[in-house]
């Protein structure tokens, strides 16, 4: 029996750094939504473990055993006591090193999937520990659904989402370092998260305070920016993340189409996603 999901793309809508802890994480606030699309995660019981990757992306996550699906396979494991070895197959879609998730979602979507398989319960603590272990992002992507995120983004409050709203993504290709981008930080606090209004205007008011500092690492995120600022029914563009990937929220499916258009005639070498936003 082969079991598969979604593993889907992760944007901050605002992402507020607010402080470095002495652990080397910071304190952040940020609004999580998913997207519908992303990569495949597929697991089937096996004689022996294994791990392949297949897809657009497949070459820059190798076929190394050593990944964050391939750890999230034997913390599971190793968690509930599980001796039966797992094929895992990884179809990747959403660049890497790019804001949205991409590895954490990955992760995420295979904790969902052994859970299933094994006959976990989806909340079971043991998960969430895994989750919090493998890194910041995993217990955001584990839910899956609309959150409010503080401390290093992994202490969640869920929160009423943006329905089906549509979304383009669009990442010029250049993988860029969360280090890096954090490091650049200014480590000024520019003040919290409003938490009046709904999700769209607690992001209309927010910001990412890893933008400018992504920029520096990347000048084209800025140029990025500037086409989805600039195409018509946009409600909010923004970076997601630490970058590169920006995204654009719009107010029907026909402008996001004619943005997707736009960007793919002026600047043909840009990886773009059409999707929803929920």
Known sequence: MTLTETAPAKLNLALHVRARRADGYHELETLFVFARDGDTVA?????????????????AVGPDGDNLVTRAERAFRAAFSVAQPHAVTLDKHLPVASGIGGGSADAAATLRLLARLHGIAGDDQRLLAIAAHLGADVPACLLGRPTFGSGRGDALVEVRGLGDMPALLVNPLVAVSTAAVFAGWDGMDRGPLTDDGDMLARALTGRNDLQPPAEAVAPVIRDVLTVLAG???VVLARMSGSGATCFALFAD??????????????????????????
């Open 253 to 278: 499916v026909a402008a996001r189409d004619s943005a997707a258009a736009t960007v793919a005639a002026d600047a043909p070498g840009w990886w773009q996603m059409r999707t929803t936003i929920g």
């Open 231 to 233: 195409c018509d029914g």
């Open 43 to 59: 697991i089937a019981p096996a004689a022996t473990a294994s791990f392949g990757v297949t897809g657009p992306f497949a070459d």
